[in-house]
């Protein structure tokens, strides 16, 4: 091979005619100087110049590139014997030209994923958050708190959830993460430093982006990841922020009750976890392509002025990974943005269109099922009763046992709900029952059991029963939303099941921002905590199962 280098570029190039029967092809010989090194490699292959109107075949390359990790197929015309071949090493740490490319390429993305998840989770101040609100930092009253302030959350959330979704996709996930990020910050700084009702409003409007973000940190590791790793990936994301609060509740218990520690200092700590997540968010790799706006679904030539791109498939850590762009090869997506495209607003309004379409077709196949649809609708109402209970449950603690006079728990109480509904969750992922059979039976049995630990929680004047009835209605409700998922996920690909879930959470949504007008605002009836608690049993009661058995 005759070696040539390009003109204009920092990267490192190896080119030259490559003879289909040279079989000593030198490995690695690319001219790398002693201050660039290479990280991994791109093949660019331009079509044989001696027969450029020849139908091309798919060709082995030498064996000296087949065994090297650079893909194995080459687009040739029949009658000719060699081809140009370019090579493109970016600058790396020291790896050879041609060696394998790294077949963990998800374990970074992974890792850095979940190290946002953790710090981002790992928040100490959140089971005192009432008590912060009430005591001399802030001097808040319960009333305003539970009618003012908390609202808030709900309704901003409502508002920026769909767009949020939409742009989500569209940008591809990682901007979404950094914003949340930075929307984590800023409200840790107003808690820690604003004064009065208002302030506290806008507080909790920054927390509902924060939640409304949250659909990024769940759907980007489908754009970074291969398809044999979402499971366990997912399981990763969704595990580490399950250790992350656990852990943040035990220690903010610990602090509280050991070492006396103010709250303020508490939310001092969640800003330092919040801004470590946040700068893990810059790291993350940015995704090539998306569920929807960018979904890819397969690769095109595209001719350049002097020769035709010829690529027949794309290398696994390209497709799932985080390379940079090939100088031939372009990826045709959803949203039309080819590099060099004109007319970018047409095509941008035209792939929104599409989209949108594609969208209300899958929404009408997928809710077309009875079975799934009142699976979505119990889901939806029942989520938006667990939303409500969270939101105000320290509200209501801190009415049975005021924190200024007494020592609270809610720490602790919060590690062992969490950890029982992570055990009870994961019991059922191991178990093997029929849900199909027993769900709707499970379903009504724990519903139930969710209505009575809400009952409890109302009635009681004692604080330890009503922390007992906290525990049992979050770990019913994690065995029950498990469930739940299960049957609805059930035969839906990843977009349709991203999609639907999406949708599922924003009807939650609408059906808390009902609530929340007509018990808490007030404007409306603006019951008392304790009652408001007792009206959330009803998200809790569960269909009929003879429905639910019978929506097939």
């Known amino acids: 091979m005759r070696m040539a280098q390009p003109r204009g570029r920092q990267a490192l190039w190896s080119a030259g005619w490559v003879e289909l029967g040279d079989r000593d092809l030198p490995r690695g010989s690319h001219g790398v100087s002693e201050t660039e090194t290479d990280v991994s490699t791109h093949l660019s292959i331009g079509s044989c110049p001696l027969s450029r109107s020849s139908t091309a075949q798919p060709t082995k390359l030498p064996s000296a590139l087949a065994g090297s990790g650079v893909p194995t197929r080459l687009a040739l015309a029949p009658q000719n014997q060699r081809c140009w071949l370019t090579v493109l090493c970016l600058p790396g740490p020291g790896m050879d030209c041609f060696q394998t490319p790294r077949r963990s390429s998800w374990v970074y993305p992974t890792v850095t994923l979940c190290s946002f998840g953790f710090f981002s989770t790992m928040r100490p101040s959140e089971p005192f958050l009432a008590p912060y609100l009430t005591g001399p930092s802030k001097n808040l009253t319960s009333e305003e708190i ?12 409502l508002v920026l959830l769909l767009p949020v979704f939409v742009l989500t996709d569209y940008v591809r996930y990682k901007p979404v993460i950094v914003l949340q990020g930075i929307s984590f910050i800023i409200t840790w700084l107003l808690l820690l430093f604003a004064q009065g009702v208002t302030a506290m409003q806008v507080m909790e409007f920054f927390y509902g982006m924060v939640t409304a973000t949250e659909v990024a ?13 979402y499971q366990r990936v997912s399981g990763y994301c969704r595990g580490v922020t399950l250790v992350a609060y656990t852990a943040a509740s035990v220690l903010a218990q610990l602090l509280v009750s050991v070492a006396h520690l103010p709250y303020f200092y508490l939310n001092v700590i969640s800003l330092t976890s919040v801004s470590l997540a946040c700068l893990c968010s810059l790291f993350l790799p940015m995704p090539r392509k998306s569920l929807f706006f960018h979904a890819k679904h397969s690769l095109e030539a595209q001719k350049s002025p002097s020769r035709e791109a ?20 372009h990826v045709p997506t959803v949203s039309g943005q080819l590099a060099g495209s004109r007319g970018r607003g047409p095509k941008v309004r035209s792939a929104a269109w599409r989209v949108s379409v594609q969208w209300l077709r899958d929404l009408r196949e997928s809710y077309s ?11 939806a109402s029942s989520t938006a009763g667990y939303n409500q209970v969270v939101n105000y449950v320290q509200v209501l603690w801190d009415d049975k046992s005021p924190s200024q006079d007494s020592l609270v728990y809610n720490g602790a109480v919060e590690a062992l709900a969490t950890f029982g509904g992570a055990v009870v969750a994961l019991a059922v992922g191991h178990v093997n029952v029929n849900w199909d059979l027993l769900g709707e039976l499970v379903l009504a049995i724990f519903s139930v ?18 922390y007992a009835g906290y525990l049992i209605f979050k770990s019913s409700y994690m065995l029950l939303i498990t469930i739940a998922v299960f049957q609805i996920a059930a035969n839906l690909s990843v977009e349709r099941y991203a999609l639907v879930f999406g949708i599922n959470t924003f009807i939650a949504l609408v059906i808390q921002t009902i609530l929340t007008v007509i018990v808490v605002d007030p404007k409306g009836l603006n019951l008392p905590v304790s009652v408001q608690v007792s009206c959330h049993t009803l998200g809790s009661l569960p269909m009929s199962p003879g429905e639910l058995r019978g929506a097939g």
Request: aromatic letters at 22%; a negative charge.
């Open 146 to 157: 539970t009618n003012e302030i908390f609202p808030v959350w709900t309704y901003s959330y």
């Open 217 to 229: 940190y769940y759907s980007y590791i489908y754009s970074v990841v291969s398809p044999e790793h």
């Open 310 to 329: 010829v690529v027949e498939e794309a290398p696994e850590w390209e497709e799932y990974g985080w390379a940079e762009e090939k100088p031939h090869a």
């Open 369 to 379: 099922s009875r079975r799934l649809l009142y699976w979505s609708l119990w889901w």
């Open 449 to 466: 059991v969710n209505a009575a630990a809400l009952f409890l929680m109302h009635h009681t004047t004692s604080i330890w029963a009503c």
